[in-house]
Nanobody
Framework: VQLQASGGGLVQAGGSLRLSCGASGRTFSAYVMGWFRQAPGKEREFVAAITTSGVSTHSADSLMNRFTISRDNAKNTVYLQMNSLKPEDTAVYYC???????????????WGQGTQVTVSS
C-alpha cells in the first residue's frame, strides 16, 4: 500500500491542524493505521493508531487527548485532528500501515513520506 500524508504547515500555539493520509494499492481497510512523529534530533515516537474498522483508537498519553485519529475506509484516508497545538508538537508527522495496533514503529510495514508541522510560540 502506498501512503501520502498531507495537511502539515505552520500554525501558532493554541491552533489546530488536520492531517490526512491517503492510501492506494492494497485494501486500505485491512490495515491498522498509525501516526508517528519525529522532531529534529529525536527518535520517532508514537502519536495515535486506529483499528481497521475505526472502532478502537489509541493515543499517546503525553498528548492529553489533544489529538484524535479517525479513518474513512470509503475514502481510503486516515486523519489526525490536532488541537491546542504547542511548540513541542513541531515535528515531521508520518502515517503508517500495519497488521497490529501497536505503539512500536517496528510493527508497521508501510510508511508515508511525512508532512512537516511547525508550531510557533
Amino acid at each position: 500500500v502506498q501512503l501520502q500524508a498531507s495537511g502539515g504547515g505552520l500554525v501558532q500555539a493554541g491552533g489546530s491542524l488536520r492531517l490526512s493520509c491517503g492510501a492506494s494499492g492494497r485494501t486500505f481497510s485491512a490495515y491498522v493505521m498509525g501516526w508517528f512523529r519525529q522532531a529534529p534530533g529525536k527518535e520517532r515516537e508514537f502519536v495515535a493508531a486506529i483499528t481497521t474498522s475505526g472502532v478502537s483508537t489509541h493515543s499517546a498519553d503525553s498528548l492529553m487527548n489533544r489529538f484524535t485519529i479517525s479513518r474513512d475506509n470509503a475514502k481510503n484516508t486516515v486523519y489526525l485532528q490536532m488541537n491546542s497545538l504547542k511548540p513541542e508538537d513541531t515535528a515531521v508527522y508520518y502515517c503508517a500501515a500495519g497488521a497490529r495496533l501497536n505503539h512500536s514503529s517496528r510493527t508497521y510495514d508501510y510508511w508515508g513520506q511525512g508532512t512537516q508541522v511547525t508550531v510557533s510560540s
